[in-house]
Each structure stands twice: as structure tokens, then as C-alpha cells.
């Protein structure tokens, strides 16, 4: 299934093809192809070089730590993500080991998991991104330092057709992507002013 954007301007086709679909095989992901990912992860930007990111990988190999993380997702996320490839915690520290906060935490996490996302893209691999967790419960049974914070977890696999959804899920599947666009998003000046 295509789900190619429809820009305004030209840009890299990856990055136009990259969508969050839910339907999943249940396909197990290849090692070589999550290294990949995370490697591209290793090597995005870092304020001072801090590299707050860090993230928790459970595979379809690994069952029991699948279902320990599947279990954390809220149930709407659950009834499509246990179909995914492997789930992934992103996780950022939020303060160095002195209590100073890492003021970046969040930004640079960020630029690591796309760069994550593309990779995958890349290799045959969809995302999807879940803020619909219980990132409470996620930390403690995961046994995440307080001084890491819980942001999202990831679904990871190969793209199946959207009519394996439920059919509310298929609706939203196979709805046109959208974005806002430049003109509400780029301002110059003031807040609210159109850049050119």
C-alpha cells in the first residue's frame, strides 16, 4: 500500500514515505535491520554530545519481555501493536548523574528516534510512535532511573494490509495524510506572522 505524502515541494522520497500505519504482520523483525536503526539512532545530534537517549528493546523472540511491554501500552494501542515485529521504549535523561538537567533531553532524543525511524524506512521497516502508555508502569517494571523519563514507545514491523484492522482502526488506516501547512507552521518576526 502506498502512502506516499502529497507535498507541497519536493523531498526526500523516504522521508515521503514514511507513515505510522498499525496494521502489522506479526512478522518478527531481522536483528541485522534493528542494529541498523539503532545505529542511526547512535549517531544523531547531541547537545554537548550527551547522547541522553536510551531505549528498551523487546523482540518477538524475547515473549516474555514482549507481553512485559505490550502489557504497558493503554488497550486501544494494544488490540494492533501486538502484531508489531518488536515494541521499543525511547527513554531520555532528563538529569546527569550530578542532578544537573539535561536541557536537550527531549530535543535530541527526538532527533535520534528519527533518525531510528528512517533507517528502518529504509530497511523494509515501519514505525509507529505511542504516547497512549503508561509510562509510570513502564519505568518501575522496567526499572528506569528516576532521573530517565518514560517519553513513547514504538511499534516495529512489516506492513501489512489495513483490512487485518478492526474496522474503526482500517477507517483511520486508510484515511489521506495531512499536515498543516507552512504558512501556519513557519513564522517570521512575531509569533503568528507567515514567513515568506
Known sequence: MSRTAETTYPINDL?????????????????EALTKALEAARWGASGFNLQPWRFILATRDNEADFNRLLGGLMESNQTWAKNAGALMVV?????????KPVGSAVYDTGLAVS?????????GLYC?????IHRDAIQAEFNVPDNYKVLAVVAIGHLAAADTL????????????????LSETVFSGDWGNAAD
Open 91 to 99: 527513554v531520555a535523561q532528563m538529569q546527569n548523574d550530578d542532578g
Open 15 to 31: 522521508i515521503a514515505n514514511r507513515w505510522s500505519p498499525r496494521a502489522f504482520t506479526g512478522e518478527a523483525v531481522s536483528k
Open 128 to 132: 509507529h510512535h505511542m504516547g497512549g
Open 166 to 181: 478492526p474496522d474503526a482502526l482500517k477507517e483511520r488506516e486508510l484515511q489521506p495524510r495531512t499536515r498543516r501547512p
Open 115 to 123: 533518525q531510528f525511524v528512517l533507517e528502518a524506512l529504509h530497511n
